[in-house]
């Protein structure tokens, strides 16, 4: 089973031809025999629990990590930022007492 989803966009503020939705990430994920690293599972659960706390479906120009304020409102019509999700990455390896530092780009 493989899910498709679009779960990042691409977009560059300074650029003349700035548009947020100008390019998107497609990505094909499969469903792995690993449960801890199952990201097909994940992203759908993940979807589930986004669709339940935004109380509708998720439109095709919503971002799929979106942005989420200070005050919990959640924006998807904005995508999270790379500080954002640096932080809740550092977070979550403190939290799991993983002794080494990631970054984002271990998961392109």
């Known amino acids: 089973m493989m899910v498709q989803e679009k ?4 977009s560059y503020p300074n650029d003349i ?5 100008v390019t998107a990430c497609i990505c094909n ?3 792995q025999p ?3 690293m199952d990201m097909h599972s994940h992203l759908l659960q993940w979807k589930a629990f986004l669709k339940t706390v935004i109380r509708r479906k998720l439109a095709p120009d919503n971002y799929f990590f979106p942005y989420i304020g200070a005050n919990g409102v959640i924006r998807t019509d904005w995508q999270m930022s ?3 999700l640096q932080g809740m ?3 979550f390896c ?3 007492e993983t002794q080494k530092r990631y970054t984002t780009h271990f998961f392109h």
């Open 7 to 10: 779960v990042c966009q691409y």
């Open 17 to 21: 031809t700035y548009s947020p939705c």
């Open 29 to 31: 994920i499969y469903q």
């Open 34 to 36: 690993i449960p801890e």
């Open 82 to 84: 790379y500080d954002s």
């Open 89 to 91: 990455l550092t977070e």
């Open 94 to 96: 403190q939290w799991s």
